[in-house]
Nanobody, 124 residues
Framework: QVQLVESGGGLVQAGGSLRLSCAGSGRTFSSVAMGWFRQAPGKEREIVAAISWPGTNKYYADSVKGRFAISRDNTKNTMWLQMNSLKPEDTAVYYC?????????????????WGQGTQVTVSS
């Protein structure tokens, strides 16, 4: 069974850092692009970052460019999101997701598998 499990969320002060991890099982990571999404209270889920297979190309939402970094280790079926200079507006539940193609996709509908989410709270 395909599974994605996020970890690394928590409470951090503004300006701090967190590193989210996404561990995949089965064929989740094989030959497909991966992404990180987030959903803040009362808002729609939005893409944060995405990475192609095998990791050559990366995409970042404008709101996180220069602060967040996405990476993956295909031998370990693991993806990370390094989040620096965190702001209160980064507070959300963060989800990792696996698409069905190798190239980067930014639309939620292009992702087939989702993790359960991990809460990130940034205090001011």
């Amino acid at each position: 069974q395909v599974q994605l499990v996020e970890s690394g969320g928590g409470l951090v002060q503004a300006g701090g850092s967190l590193r989210l991890s996404c561990a995949g099982s089965g064929r989740t990571f094989s030959s497909v692009a991966m992404g990180w999404f987030r959903q803040a209270p009362g808002k729609e889920r939005e893409i944060v970052a995405a990475i192609s297979w095998p990791g050559t190309n990366k995409y970042y939402a404008d709101s996180v460019k220069g602060r967040f970094a996405i990476s993956r280790d295909n031998t370990k079926n693991t993806m990370w999101l390094q989040m620096n200079s965190l702001k209160p507006e980064d507070t959300a539940v963060y989800y990792c997701a696996a698409s069905s193609v190798a190239n980067i996709r930014t639309m939620e509908g292009n992702y087939n598998y989702w993790g359960q989410g991990t809460q990130v709270t940034v205090s001011s």
